[in-house]
C-alpha cells in the first residue's frame, strides 16, 4: 500500500470512492478516508472494518462513562485478562485478594491468654511497614503547618525550643477496619479506601509529654529549660535543686484546663487540642500491629526476627521507682527531662536515665522508652485524654443500672466535661480493677476494658482501675500508668476513678493538632 501521504485526498463532494491505481482505492466511510485494495476485501470483511469504524466512534473515555448505581460489588462485573485473553468477573470475587495485597493487620482470640498476635494480609507489608514509615517528626506551626521535618536520625542538632514551632509527630492518613468473628478480633490498615474500611485522618501528636509556656498558660510540646517553660506544677523555688522541674512535662492540671490551654495555640479554632482518646487508640494498634502483640512492655529488642518482622515490644517504660523514695524526691512530680530520646529521631527505642542520688544513692537507673519519635507512650505520669466521658452509675442497691457506659467523641468541638450530647456509646466499662482480659473493640476498635482477669504477661497485660460512686458520675480517662506502677502500666492501662476537674502532681497529657 502507498504511504497516506502520497495518496490525493477525496474532496467533500467527491464520489464514494476514487480510484489511485490499478488495486488501490480510497473510500470515504463516515469521514474516515480508508485506503482498500479493490480486489483482497470481500464483503464481509468490509463488513467487520466497518464495525470497527463504528465502534471505534462510539466509544468514550473511562471519565466519561456514568457512575455505576449502587455500591453492591456483588452486582458488578469488569474484564480481567487470563493467560493473555479478555474474561469477565465478578468484581466481588475479586475484592478479597485486593484486601490481602493491599493491607495488613493483625489477628488474637479472645479465648487465648497468650498476648501474641498473629500477622494477617500482606506479609511484605509487615517487613515495608508503609504506613507506620510515614510517621515523622516535625515543628508545626500554630496554623497547624509543617515548618521543617527533623532528621529522621536525630533531632539533637535542630530548633526544638519552640522558636519555629511545636515538636509534633505527623500520623499520616490512612485506612483502617475492625472485625469481629466469634473470639477472633481483627485489625487491618491500608494505604487505599478498601470496602468496609474508614480513613483515619492526617494530624499530628505531640513528641513530648506537654509542657506549659507560664506566661501565656499555652500547652507546648518543646525542648526548653527556661523559667517560662518551667514543667510540675511551676515550683519557681526548686530551680537549680536536684527536683528541679525546668525542662519538665507540666502536671497538676486538670483535663478542662489541659483543653482550655491547648486550644490558646490558635484563637478561635478546636484543632488545638490535649491528648485525645482517639489518638491514643491510634497509637496503641499501630504498636501492636508492628510488633504482633498486645504486651507493649515486652522487653525492646532492636533487631527483626528472622522473618524480618519487629520483635518484642518498648520494654518496662519509667515505671519502676519506689512509691516513697519518689514522694521523698519531688513529692511525686515528673523527673524525666522532655526530648531526653530526641538521639533516637523517628526511631523506636529505650534510653537509660539514671535518677539523682538524692532519690537514692545506689543511683537508680530506668529506661526512657520511644516509639516512632514519641516519647514516654506510658508510664512516668498518667495522660489526660479527651473525646472520652464515663457515665459511671451506682449500683442497682443505691438505684442505679450498674452500668459504667462508655461514651467516645471524635469532633473536638463537642468535646465536653459535662455531658455526653455529640458522644456516641460504645460499649460498657468494666466495673471492677483487674488485669485486662478483654476490651470493648467493636466496629471502632475501641481499647477500654470491658472484663478484667487477666494478668501481667497474659491477654492485654496491663491494669484497669476504676471505683463504682454511690451517686451517677461522669469520669474521665486517663491512660498509660505513671513511674511507680511497673507491670500494671502500658498503653492499654486505662484509670477511670477521676473527674475531668481532677488535678495530681503525676498528672499531664499530650499536645495534638487534628485539622478541620
Not at 377 to 395: E, K
Request: charged share 20%.
Amino acid at each position: 500500500a502507498a504511504p497516506m501521504g502520497d495518496i490525493p485526498q477525496a474532496k467533500e463532494n467527491a464520489a464514494e470512492y476514487c480510484i489511485v491505481s490499478d488495486v488501490h482505492r480510497i473510500e470515504r466511510k463516515n469521514g474516515f478516508q480508508i485506503l482498500k485494495r479493490q480486489i483482497a476485501m470481500t464483503a464481509e470483511q468490509e463488513a467487520i472494518l466497518e464495525q470497527i469504524i463504528e465502534a471505534f466512534q462510539n466509544g468514550k473515555r473511562l471519565s466519561d462513562l456514568p457512575d455505576v448505581s449502587g455500591t453492591n460489588p456483588f452486582d458488578l462485573i469488569c474484564e480481567v485478562l487470563e493467560n493473555g485473553e479478555s474474561k469477565k468477573a465478578a468484581l466481588a470475587t475479586l475484592l478479597p485478594y485486593m484486601e490481602d495485597e493491599c493491607s495488613y493487620g493483625i489477628e488474637f482470640d479472645t479465648s487465648v491468654s497468650s498476648p501474641a498476635c498473629t500477622r494477617i494480609g500482606n506479609l511484605s507489608l509487615h517487613k515495608s511497614l508503609p504506613i507506620h514509615n510515614r510517621m515523622k517528626g516535625c515543628l508545626l506551626n500554630d496554623d497547624g503547618e509543617v515548618v521543617e521535618y527533623l532528621n529522621p536520625a536525630n533531632w539533637t542538632g535542630q530548633t526544638r525550643d519552640g522558636s519555629r514551632g511545636q515538636v509534633m509527630v505527623e500520623l499520616p492518613m490512612h485506612y483502617r477496619k475492625f472485625e469481629t468473628d466469634g473470639t477472633k478480633r481483627r485489625v487491618r490498615i491500608s494505604e487505599y479506601p478498601l470496602p468496609g474500611y474508614h480513613v483515619v485522618g492526617k494530624r499530628y501528636v505531640s513528641a513530648y509529654e506537654a509542657t506549659v509556656k507560664r506566661s501565656t498558660t499555652t500547652l507546648c510540646s518543646v525542648v526548653n529549660m527556661d523559667a517560662d517553660y518551667r514543667g510540675g506544677n511551676n515550683q519557681a523555688d526548686w530551680d537549680g535543686s536536684y527536683r528541679s522541674v525546668l525542662g519538665r512535662p507540666a502536671t497538676q492540671i486538670s483535663r478542662i484546663n489541659f483543653r482550655n490551654y491547648a486550644r490558646k495555640r490558635k484563637s478561635g479554632s478546636t484543632e488545638w487540642n490535649c491528648m485525645t482518646y482517639d489518638i491514643h487508640k491510634e497509637l496503641y494498634w499501630l504498636f501492636v500491629i508492628e510488633y504482633a502483640t498486645l504486651n507493649s512492655q515486652a522487653a525492646f529488642n532492636a533487631q527483626k526476627d528472622s522473618n524480618g518482622y519487629a520483635q518484642g515490644g518498648l520494654g518496662d517504660g519509667v515505671t519502676t521507682l519506689e512509691s516513697g523514695k519518689w514522694n521523698t524526691f519531688n513529692s511525686y512530680y515528673p523527673f524525666i527531662p522532655c526530648g531526653y530520646t530526641d538521639e533516637l529521631g523517628n526511631g523506636t527505642g529505650e534510653v537509660e536515665y539514671s535518677m539523682p542520688a538524692e532519690y537514692d544513692s545506689s543511683i537508680k537507673k530506668v529506661k526512657v522508652p520511644r516509639y516512632r519519635g514519641i516519647e514516654n507512650p506510658f508510664g512516668h505520669i498518667w495522660q489526660w485524654t479527651d473525646g472520652i466521658n464515663v457515665r459511671i452509675s451506682p449500683t442497682e442497691e443505691n438505684s442505679g443500672d450498674g452500668l459504667s457506659k462508655v461514651f467516645v467523641c471524635t469532633d473536638p468541638a463537642k468535646f465536653s466535661d459535662s455531658g455526653y450530647d455529640g458522644y456516641a456509646h460504645v460499649g460498657n466499662e468494666a466495673r471492677a480493677d483487674g488485669y485486662v482480659k478483654s476490651v470493648i473493640f467493636g466496629e471502632g476498635g475501641e481499647i477500654m476494658p470491658d472484663v478484667v482477669g487477666g494478668g501481667s504477661t497474659t491477654y492485654f497485660c496491663d491494669y484497669h482501675y476504676t471505683n463504682i460512686p454511690t451517686s451517677e458520675a461522669l469520669r474521665g480517662v486517663l491512660f498509660g500508668g505513671y513511674a511507680l506502677y511497673g507491670a500494671n502500666a502500658g498503653f492499654a492501662y486505662a484509670r477511670s476513678t477521676n473527674a475531668p476537674s481532677n488535678t495530681d502532681a503525676y498528672f499531664g497529657s499530650r499536645l495534638c493538632f487534628i485539622p478541620a
